[in-house]
């Protein structure tokens, strides 16, 4: 046993010796008074008393009365006569019980006087109990005469009178104020302790329910005791009663369920019908009192509560029977000693002949509390000895396999750097082989673009046609995995604005209609009527992108049937637009539904069949959406179609309109520069610039462009760089060297390969415009067709390209 253990043990042994000798001492008192109360002692039972109207009636003590209906308060007049055998002086008159106002009268003189406010709260406790000394001049030898009033605003009582010496009177007071108040505020005190601890260690394990139940029923048996011996209540004396009797069935409640759960009877129902009879006290209470039949129902109650305990302690004993343990035996003993002194108390308390009888019921319920207390405690140290036995075990257990953890940990590390050192070496790879793959197919783009601009046979035009298509096809497949990763480097930045989206949805639909109709299918487009000053809010770029993805993958699978696009304004201009994407395809099965939108899934595709796509339209839609925060969603059912979901912010803001582009016009004696260190896409570049009537000023780094420019005595209107370039130079440090040389404002284009996060990353922190390889040649055509607008002078004519820097 723990030392723990053995000192809860030790104070709970230290309490029920203090509790015995409590009973004790007062058990001795009352036997001492007892000694002398034969000789000299005389109790006044019989006595008259005064109606209001002026007759006499003789009564018997112990004597009530109510208020009546109406009447503000209730007053009774007592008297009797007594006659003194010896001396005169040292004699006191004790009542043992009085409830309500008191004025005392010795042989028509006051001795005490307290009906100052009859409504006033009447005493409690220990003012209940009063000892008044009898004044020896005021005393005869006979015929001395004793008038009590009584008055109390809801009702009084009187309980027997007594006569004698007044150190023999104060020991009677004495005593039972010990049993009465002082005695059951001490165990009133112990036993909420008691149920304050079990409730703390319910509350450290709450999935023990029988320590809160034991835990609440004991702290409410300590309150309801203290409440009882209070010398003042809180609430009105027409309160006090209600709660105070709704309280003490509450406490003989729970100490039910808990006794049936100690028992091992779980009674769900029968447990919920005592609560909620618990619940229903305090009205059935108010309403009886409210009729007058207080006292009945209070007894009824009593009945209720007797019947109710004796019906746990049958459960209790026949467990008890079964086990037969030492547990068991004591809690049986302890639960009928509490619950016989309990139906004693009943019984005094209901054919009563004192306003304040001795209640013994709180004095066995704390052996009783006590007892349960030590077993539940008792038990929950020996379940923490297990635990920590356990703990103990488990703690060797974990040190035992520490050392072949860090044995793993070291083989797990080795293993982790051999992956990440594979990784670095299969990203390089891919960079190496993306870039490798770029340059030839951007050689070959560059010289079919020149070949188109030669005149060629039909047969030569068609082998060049589908020359092309393959270029495009590649094109687009290296350019979705560098839209990919750019998303992934971070260099999409969405570019919000006011846009039109009704002519973005109309664009969309005159572009993919030609498609559509290729395909046989019906292509339409709906935008819904909205304010004309309500717009969209977002990228139109990026928005443009998504929705294109989005019709492209439903021509792509729809085989017959309808492609519908629509766009309605919900909510006002504090709404969204709802753009809808429908197709009456396969649909989409369940288990799909989320990889639809991986990189390269096709469903339906498992030989990957190229005119079916790459699989990356629907991964770029979600990164998209994601990185614009649009809220997407997929509704399919397979046999019927497919419909994609998605919500733009609309706004109130203008739109702002772009001025329109004027006629560039042609690209002769336009001077280029080309950086390029691979010699087939060099020759291909200069090939195509030449055909456009450029200037090309070609080499492997910017310090070989420079010296062809310084041999022909030229400068150039632009500059068009490779990103990677021999012996670790890079395109942006070969334009840096020509701005030095040519100026800040020289126009510069990047071309390259690199399709790696932090190569994109790098050019798009760099700030200038870029595309990957292969380039298409009218993308090319198009951004020196926006140098040379820039490089004519203001006849429209081009500047003479001279060796002087770029104004």
């Keep these: 046993m723990t030392p723990r253990c053995r000192s809860l043990r030790a104070a709970l042994g230290g309490l029920l010796v203090l509790v015995l000798a409590l009973m004790a001492q007062g058990v001795h008192a009352a036997a001492a008074v007892r000694l002398d109360r034969a000789d000299r002692v005389v109790v006044v039972s019989d006595v008259e008393r005064i109606e209001p109207d002026g007759t006499v009636q003789p009564v018997h003590l112990f004597d009530q009365a109510q208020a009546g209906a109406g009447a503000p308060f209730v007053e009774r007049r007592y008297r009797f006569d007594f006659d003194l055998s010896a001396g005169r002086s040292g004699w006191a008159l004790y009542l043992s019980g009085v409830r309500g106002h008191l004025r005392i009268a010795l042989n028509g003189q006051v001795l005490i006087d ?8 009447p005493p409690r406790a220990i003012n209940v109990l009063r000892l008044i000394d009898l004044p020896p001049h005021l005393l005869r030898g006979e015929g001395n ?62 999935a023990e329910p029988i320590y809160g139940w034991f835990g609440i029923a004991s702290v409410a048996w300590g309150l309801h005791t203290a409440w009882g011996v209070a010398p003042r209540t809180i609430l009105p004396v027409s309160h006090f009663y209600v709660w105070y009797g709704s309280l003490y069935f509450f406490v003989v409640i729970t100490l039910t369920v808990f006794a049936l759960r100690f028992a091992g009877y779980s009674w769900r129902r029968f447990e919920r019908v005592l609560l909620c009879a ?94 349960v207390a030590w077993f539940l405690i008792d038990r929950f140290v020996r379940t923490n000895e297990s635990l920590e036995e356990l703990n103990r075990e488990l703690e060797q257990r974990v040190q035992a396999k520490s050392a072949e953890l860090v ?42 673009a020149a070949l188109r601009s030669r005149p060629l046979d039909d047969a030569a035009q068609d082998i060049v046609r589908r020359m092309d298509g393959s270029v495009a096809a590649l094109d687009s497949l290296f350019n979705a995995l560098l839209d990919i990763s750019r998303m992934d480097a971070g260099a999409v930045v969405p ?30 487009a709906r935008v819904g009527a909205a304010p004309q000053h309500v717009t969209a809010w977002s990228d139109p770029v990026l928005l443009e992108r998504v929705l294109r993805n989005l019709i492209a993958n439903a021509l792509k699978y729809t085989h017959s049937g309808a ?23 396969p649909g989409i099965p369940e288990h799909e539904r989320e990889q639809v939108f991986d990189e390269f899934y096709q469903g339906g595709n498992p030989e990957r069949d190229r005119r079916s796509g790459l699989g990356l339209g629907l991964a770029i839609v979600r990164r998209l959406t994601r990185l614009m925060q649009l809220p997407l969603a997929l509704h399919t059912r397979v046999g019927h179609g497919t419909r994609f979901v998605l919500d733009v912010l609309a706004s109130e803001q203008s739109v702002e309109e772009g001025v329109p582009g004027e006629v560039l016009g042609p690209l002769a004696g336009l001077a280029i520069g080309v950086v390029e260190d691979d010699v087939e896409v060099r020759d291909a570049m200069v090939t195509l ?42 395109g942006l440090q070969a334009v840096a060297a020509l701005r030095e040389h040519w100026g800040a404002a020289l126009p510069a284009l990047i071309v390259t390969g690199d399709s790696a996060p932090d190569r994109v990353r790098m050019l798009q922190d760099s700030g200038l415009p870029w595309l990957a390889k292969p380039v298409a040649a009218a993308r090319l055509r198009s951004w020196l067709m926006t140098v040379a607008a820039g490089a004519r002078g203001p006849r429209g004519l081009m500047r003479r390209a001279e060796n002087a820097p770029w104004p």
């Design 114 to 121: 307290t009906i100052t406010d009859p409504l006033g709260p």
């Design 145 to 206: 005469r004793i008038e009590i009033t009584v008055r109390g605003g809801s009702g009084i009582s009187l309980s027997r009178v007594t006569l004698g010496p007044q150190q023999v009177l104060r020991d009677l007071r004495d005593t039972k104020a010990f049993l009465m108040v002082y005695g059951p505020v001490v165990v009133s005190a112990v036993i909420g302790c008691l149920g304050l601890s079990v409730l703390l260690i319910w509350l450290r394990r709450p």
């Design 278 to 371: 618990a619940a229903l006290m305090p009205p059935l209470y108010y309403v009886a009192q409210a009729l007058g039949t207080l006292p009945a129902v209070d007894i009824g109650v009593r009945l209720v509560m007797v019947t109710i305990a004796f019906t746990a302690l049958s459960a209790v004993v026949r467990t008890a029977w079964v086990r037969r343990s030492t547990e068991s035996i004591l809690l049986v003993v302890a639960g009928i000693a509490a619950a016989g002194l309990g139906l004693r108390d009943w019984i005094v308390f209901t054919f009563r002949d004192d306003s304040l009888p001795v209640q013994l019921a709180p004095y066995a319920g704390l052996p009783f509390v006590a007892l």
């Design 407 to 448: 044995t793993a940990l070291d083989h797990m590390r080795a293993a982790r750097d051999w992956a990440e050192s594979a990784n670095r070496a299969k990203t390089g790879f891919l960079a190496a082989a993306s870039h490798d793959l770029r340059q030839p197919i951007h050689a070959l783009g560059l010289y079919m």
């Design 495 to 524: 570019q919000r604005r006011a846009f039109d989206i009704a002519r973005l949805i109309h664009r969309l639909a005159d572009d993919m209609a030609s498609e559509a109709a290729e395909r046989g299918l019906r292509f339409s």
């Design 563 to 585: 492609v519908l696009v629509s766009c309605r304004l919900r909510g006002g201009a504090r709404g969204v637009w709802r753009v809808e994407v429908w197709d009456t395809g």
């Design 689 to 730: 610039l030449r055909g456009w009537g450029c200037e090309a000023l070609a080499g492997s780094d910017s310090d070989e462009v420079l010296r062809h420019a310084a041999a022909r005595a030229l400068s150039v209107h632009a500059v068009v760089a490779d990103l990677r370039l021999r012996a670790g130079h890079d």
